[in-house]
């Protein structure tokens, strides 16, 4: 069993930063590809990027290459994702999820929300114009 707590959401003005971090329990956290996913109001949740268990393979949404980094600590049992350059789009709930990692599928399989089989509460990124 795994649990997830994201924090770092909050409010920041186009162009401006904010790193969420996504905090687990479970002494096997190493095992596990974390991803994030956002959900802005009257819309689907939408993929945004994952990071494998061993923290060099990582994947990002297009819309968000260049602008976003995500990264881990095992030893903290933490993922955390740096948000540079936001933009009004990029409002939206932050949710981290995780599942344990298997080497033989390519990052890009991580990309479905059902492949998860963990989440976290959620936390509100608001970017103003």
């Known amino acids: 069993q795994v649990q997830l707590v994201e924090s770092g959401g909050g409010l920041v003005q186009a162009g401006g930063s904010l790193r969420l971090s996504c905090a687990a329990s479970?002494?096997?956290?190493?095992?596990?590809?974390v991803g994030w996913f956002r959900q802005a109001p009257g819309k689907e949740r939408e993929f945004v990027t994952v990071i494998r268990r061993s923290g060099g393979n990582t994947y990002y949404v297009d819309s968000v290459k260049g602008r976003f980094t995500i990264s881990r600590d095992n030893a903290k049992n933490t993922v955390y994702l740096q948000m540079n350059s936001l933009k009004p789009e990029d409002t939206a709930v932050y949710y981290c999820?995780?599942?344990?990692?298997?080497?033989?599928?390519?990052?890009?399989?991580?990309?479905?929300?059902?492949?998860?089989?963990?989440w976290g509460q959620g936390t509100q990124v608001t970017v103003s114009s």
């Open positions: 479970g002494r096997t956290f190493s095992s596990y590809a």
């Open positions: 999820a995780a599942v344990l990692d298997a080497a033989s599928y390519i990052s890009s399989y991580y990309m479905r929300a059902r492949r998860y089989d963990y």
